[in-house]
């Protein structure tokens, strides 16, 4: 069974750079034909894509957060890691990782999601 853990800084001050780690167990992120997605869902909001990270470590940003947005992972622990650099206010969200199988075009996998709140 495929597991996707996140956890996150929780709330933080605008500006700084927030790192969210997802822990896979399961499978290997470096497994084809894997993805694996950060998405996130800003209150009263609908679901938006921040970007992947190919099994071969190949990155993928959504263009609105390009600037801003580093996916990275660390293949020895099987984890993600979402930054998200001058952060505002506005991306208060709860933030979401996810398997996505490049075989069959579907995310067949959910990590529960993990609450970050930026606020002065």
């Known amino acids: 069974q495929v597991q996707l853990q996140e956890s996150g800084p929780g709330l933080v001050k605008p500006s700084p750079t927030p790192s969210l780690t997802c822990t896979v167990s399961?499978?290997?992120?470096?497994?084809?034909?894997?993805?694996w997605s950060w998405f996130r869902q800003p209150p009263g909001k609908g679901l938006e894509w921040i970007g992947d990270?190919?099994?071969?470590?190949?990155?993928y940003y959504s263009p609105s957060l390009n600037s801003r947005t580093a996916i990275t992972r660390d293949t020895s622990k099987n984890q993600l890691t979402l930054q998200l650099r001058s952060v505002t206010p506005e991306d208060t969200a709860v933030y979401y990782c996810?398997?996505?199988?490049?075989?069959?075009?579907?995310?067949?996998?959910w990590g529960q999601g993990t609450q970050v709140t930026v606020s002065s």
């Open positions: 990270i190919l099994d071969i470590g190949n990155t």
């Open positions: 399961g499978d290997s992120i470096t497994t084809n034909p894997n993805w």
């Open positions: 996810a398997r996505f199988r490049s075989s069959s075009g579907w995310i067949d996998y």
